[in-house]
């Protein structure tokens, strides 16, 4: 571990402040960062409690804590030789599929076509054949019912090992939904949201059939942008009919060649097609790493532009509020600060912040309690929080009035759906109170709860959980690939719906269950599902997790960057 010599901060205590970030402890110990100024130790042994005050200006005001404990040695070791074996078989097959030994299921490109490039990397084809069609049935499910707490699913079998499907007319009822990103309960198909919804969809009809700079600006558009401004504490804003293309259609109207764009490593794929989409010149920093952001920033601001050396045009960081594969939660204060100092430009993704976090539901930035004009571009989805779809960027009105005539997602997509735009104006104005009620407070006072005790009793049970202790996206490892089939497919035969999650969308070893909590799972609810997790827990023998939790700063920092240019 290297440190520098303890200072004595404001209040008597010492501090550690590490230079590189933290170098990983042994296996089975966790990673915590402990931000604040009274450090509470909530889930440590007695004689393992350490307590730090952070040596960052006062720059948390609440506790901020993340665990991510390593994965164990043998675990690593056996899911290596898991994917090893499952990659030998696979050659295997397709040496048999070759023989016309064993029938093969997939698309061929004809014989005439053999000498052309193939459309696909041959890796991905043999992934999706020998690896992804083994666990296929844990994806895709069809639902027949309101994605709510609950949820109806159509039951289906395969008899050729998931490569066709057959549906047997059955119906699973009440399926514990664990899955959707439904933080406060707003998909609903009844309510006032629902109610508004309808309502305005026998005024103005389904679709608009035309842009908003054509024929398809309506006045509920223009009311929910005024809306959203004031909801989010900015001067303007405007809404796009998707939440993917409101990243990858308007970062390339912000930063182009000349830029460079710094992205966290774990930012969505939204985020990385949009930044290379710019033209931009990206390179990455190492996931929620103050340390290497701060490195990137001084390098760009002292070497500028390869070759020329000349300043860049514009400097752009990359954030999401939540990562929603690891559950964490942007440093956003300390980005702030690194942004100020070096006179870079911070766009911020809340796609799952935006209503699932802080006091008023107003997402990371409310979390913190900071100023919202300290983020240039606030950008967020209605898809999770609202239970709508679409998008939106806030800002000053000098942005808005820049993209609405520079971003593709403005000029050529058509305008969001009519009841769309009213199930957001009315679970928008639940959330902040409008509605002469109490229900959006509750609502989230209640989402904080449910994760709050979920988090806790997974910890308890033993599992390894990664993330902050009040984001509502639970990771919970798995590892092996055998075990992300099993899981997914026990939980169902016990009326629990879960997404579970491998390599390609996460590294190889860190195959993963992802639950979302939700302000519409009682506790009733909440302790049925985690029932049925500790025993299928038992069952797979998936509770990893030694219960040893060391404080730490960081995590571990390499200082290996990644360079993308047109070049």
Known sequence: MTESSANKSANGEVCHRATNGIKPGRNGFVKNHYLYQQQQQKYCCPEEKVHHATCNGGLYSRPFNESFEETPMLVAVLTYMGYGILTIFGYLRDFMREWKIEKCHIAREREEQRDFVPLYQDFENFYTRNLYMRIRDSWNRPICSVPGAKVDLVERVSHDYNWTFDYTGRVVKDVINMGSYNYLGFAENTGVCAEAAAKVTTKYGVGVSSTRQEMGNLDRHEEMEKLVARFLGVESAMAFGMGFATNSMNIPALAGK???????????ASLVLGARLSGSTIRVFKHNNMQSLEKLLRDAIVHGQPRTHRPWKKILILVEGIYSMEGS????????????????????DEAHSIGALGLNGRGVVDYFGLDPRDVDIMMGTFTKSFGGAGGYIGGK?????????????AVY????????????ITSMKCIMGEDGTTVGRDRIRQLAENTTYFRRELHEMGFIIY???????????????????????????????????????????????????????????LDTALSAISEVGDLLQVKYSRHRILPSLDRPFDETTYEENED
């Open 329 to 348: 939660i942007v440093r956003l204060p300390e980005v702030i600060a690194l942004k100020k100092k070096y006179k870079a430009y911070l766009y911020l």
């Open 258 to 268: 000349g830029c460079l764009i710094l992205s966290d490593e774990l930012n969505h």
């Open 397 to 409: 009105k000098e942005l808005i009035d820049y993209l609405c005539t520079h971003s593709h997602s």
């Open 467 to 525: 993330g902050n202790n009040d984001s509502p996206v639970v990771p919970m490892m798995l590892y092996m690939p055998a075990k992300i089939g099993a899981f997914g497919r026990e939980m169902l035969k016990r009326n629990i719906g879960v997404v579970v999650v491998g390599f390609p969308a996460t590294p190889i070893i860190e195959s993963r269950a992802r639950f979302c909590i939700s302000a519409a799972h009682t506790k009733e609810m």
């Open 413 to 424: 997509a058509t305008s969001m759906s009519p009841p769309v735009v009213e199930q957001i």
